[in-house]
């Protein structure tokens, strides 16, 4: 029995290096990494992102590659955690044939892995959009944000709330884990900034299902309008209970709450809540349309915006080597900081910013279950 | 009815039977004697299925010795083992129920059981009394006849006691050994592990002496009772055993 | 507010007791913990989910069909998990529990993918009581979960096969010498442990959603209120899970929203050092 146990082991692991064998030491390849959490709470996140990955590398290998090579995305899990995202990273940043390494769609982890980015000196893109990794990637030499920052973003919602709504006095409830306390942070100093009133910033713990105690709570403040700052699936449970238990009042959410997971799963619940987010499935930039729609013929689902995001990161990252002639880290590097109007599905990105390089943003609000377009922001 | 030839068996590493051979006939009640740590619990476990040995061991003209435990109990070969084992959390009454799955196999419902449960009663007077109490809060006694009594519901082929008489005072003894007689006499076989060995030949038709694993001596319990060197060994001991006993049946 | 938070405490709490009552059932029968219960939970969501959404039958039947295909994992669950190892220490069952309970998440994720999802409410709408506005389906989680405790109840104390369960539970090596294999009784205990649990998944999933994860937590907070009943208690557990949705919803609400799991862990503590064998003593006491 142990025997044969024993046998099955080594010729798994065999077969594993035999694998592992063959990818390595060919450079006709150019290689972009890739760390996304493919299994653990985030998993969805992932799976946009692989399935984005695949149809662009068909993409634009069909169009003769980058510098006559084809381009390979090497995808590592990074198990939705910041010390998997590192580890991750550190895997891909292993291999010489990696030119450049995609960060996963979370701030923390992407501050998680800036460090690494100096030490292994690889150009490396963040996908997460909070001001501490704006902060961090102004202060990198390797990291970008490839993204329009958070504060940019929370502020231009409460600006439409204030001012185009007409709610003057506010109640934040946001989920504890960082990103969410951020908005909430950047949410509340808008609101002040503009003259408004905060009555209460209530908070939960991340994977709370039940919020009876913090709406009941919301609910007596009595505020002209709700702010939320949550992840997708709380941003789809807290709707539900707020409307259920009687509370019309308008809702201004993070960017999770146009995402089309959170609709899906909101319903009715969720229409006439209002968003700021940097995508929509039904964008009207063009590339962004036609990547859309590319994706939901291939998939069968809408196109997230980390599915978007992956798109726009591989595009920069291939336009940078391209003009960089080579696939020397650094040159790729000095490269992308010459970016400084490149044309992507979800915006126009000016990468010498390093930080907050995103330049557009869209305030939408879900009517019939689709997140619709009420105003285009531009920032920069 | 139950016939062991050559049985052998370990207790982890250690061989705690070394090749024991042994009968009980029809309506016979045999005694298995010896000191502690001499095989005889491990000697019924092995009987009924409960502990792997090697050798022979035939029932009702079956070889029973690679059968499960379940399989052998439901072929009428019932073991009352050593510390009464009742389901404490279950009542008198659900207990005795739950001893019909020997005779009648495991089913939904539990059918009718008036007669086994008749028979039960009239046997242990004091059972009937108590039907509706859960088991552990009965006296050492009682349990000792609710194990029994359990047993009898699986319409037994043949019994094996271990150590009935253990923690009960001597007056309680006397009783349940009368009603162990009592059974016999109705015509079930009985093979009984007992520590009394005065008491335990006296009811016994033939007996086997076990030391260290080997049966060292047998014969009719009369003319063991008469044995010196079982006089010695065995009988010599019993007065203070019993002392000992009885002190335990205090505490409680 | 209070009878919002009544409502819903007592909903949340009850579903909490009914899948420590699954795991006390295991505990009872093997004297292990079992770790996986919470993914028996996401796993009956599934298949609710699956009977529900993707093959478009009525959410009642749904859930019982989800109730009797968890009662089947249940079943694979004791014959791969615990069986092989029932003469090992119970370390070596908890961490095969442990596995098992990854192999449940990421299976769950293989087969259904990691998008959250959700399906039909039993009830759909809501009532105002006392000027709360209660969700039907906090009603139904309620009345189902009473009704579900009453049936195990009348199963395991009025009926034969509950008494061959139980006698099982206590005694196994006992319950050999009368005949029964032991197999088939600890198999129908996994059973029915996971399909209880199950059906809680597939209650819980059109106000909570279904993720891989959703069985961690559950499963944390079912632990907690099995502590807080005392260990192998069937009543306790379902105390102690009531006890734990409503600190849960009135700390929440009167004390803090950031630290509702704190404060249930706060309670927890409290009374593994004030009351440590926790409210209910196992009605078994020492085999006499």
Sequence with gaps: ?380 | MLKIENLVSHYGSIEALHGISLQVGKGEMVALIGANGAGKTTLLNSISGTVTARGSIEFAGKEILREKAASIARMGLLQVPEGRHVFPGLTVEENLLVGTVAGKGLRLRPGDNSKELEMVYETFPRLKERRQQLAWSMSGGEQQMLAIGRALMGQPKLLMLDEPSMGLAPIVVEELFEKIVEINQSGVPILMVEQNARLALKVSNRAYILERGRITAEGASADLLQDPKVLEAYLGKMVSGKKDSSKREEKR | MIVQLLVSGIAVGIVYGLIAMGMVLIFRAVGIMNFAQGDFLMFGGYFAYTFNQMLGLNIVLSLILASLCMGVIGVIFMRTSYWALRGAQAKAIIVSAMGASIVLKEGARLIWGSIPLSLDKVKEGSVTVAGATIQWQYVAIIGIALLLMLLVYLLLEKTFVGNILQATAQDQYMSSLVGIPVIVSIGLTFFLSAALTGICGGLLAPIFFLSNTMGATAGSKAFAAIVIGGFGSVPGAIIGGLIVGLVEQFGGAYISSTYQLVLIYVVLIAFLMFRPRGLFKEKIQEKA
């Design chain 1, 1 to 380: 029995m142990k025997k044969r146990i024993l046998v099955c082991l080594t010729a798994a692991m065999l077969l594993a290096a035999s694998l592992t064998g063959c990818g390595g030491g060919s450079s006709d390849v150019i290689k972009i990494g890739l760390t996304v959490p493919l299994s653990g709470d985030r998993a969805s996140e992932g799976s946009y992102a692989s399935n984005a990955a695949a149809i662009v590398e068909q993409e634009i290998n069909d169009a003769g590659g980058v510098l006559g090579k084809q381009i390979k995305i090497e995808i590592q899990d990074s198990l939705g955690t910041d010390v998997g995202a590192t580890n991750a990273y550190l895997k891909l940043a292993a291999d010489d044939d990696v030119v450049a390494i995609i960060g996963p769609d979370n701030s923390n982890d992407n501050i998680a892995i800036a460090g690494s980015a100096e030490s292994a000196q690889i150009l490396t893109t963040g996908q997460g959009s909070s001001p501490t990794l704006q902060t961090t990637c102004e202060e990198s030499e390797w990291m970008f944000q490839l993204r329009a920052c958070d504060s940019t973003l929370c502020a231009a919602l409460m600006d439409y709330a204030y001012n185009e709504v007409g709610a003057k006095s506010f109640t934040i409830i946001h989920d504890t884990e960082t990103a969410s306390t951020d908005q909430a942070n950047l949410f509340k100093n808008a609101i002040e900034e503009l003259g408004g009133t905060v009555d209460d910033v209530i908070s939960y713990t991340s994977g709370t299902k039940d919020f009876t105690a913090q709406l009941t709570q919301a609910a007596e403040n009595d505020s002209d309008a709700l702010v939320m700052a949550c992840l997708y699936t709380e941003a789809a449970i807290i709707i539900q209970q707020t409307r259920d238990m009687g509370i019309d009042k308008p809702v201004f959410g993070s960017n999770a709450f146009g995402d089309p997971i959170a609709i899906d799963l909101a319903g009715d619940a969720i229409n006439d809540v209002y968003s700021v987010t940097a995508w929509v499935p039904n964008t009207p930039n063009p590339l962004g349309a036609a990547f859309s729609q590319k994706y939901t013929e291939t998939y069968d689902e809408d196109c997230a915006k980390a599915a978007a995001q992956v798109r726009d990161h591989v595009y920069v990252i291939c336009e940078a080597i391209k003009n960089a002639g080579t696939t020397d880290r650094a040159a790729v590097r000095d490269a992308m900081l010459e970016l400084t109007d490149y044309e992507g599905a979800i915006t126009t990105y000016d990468c010498s910013r390093r930080g907050n390089c995103g330049l557009g943003g869209l305030i939408v609000q879900v009517q019939n279950q689709v997140p619709t377009i009420i105003k285009e922001i531009t920032t920069g």
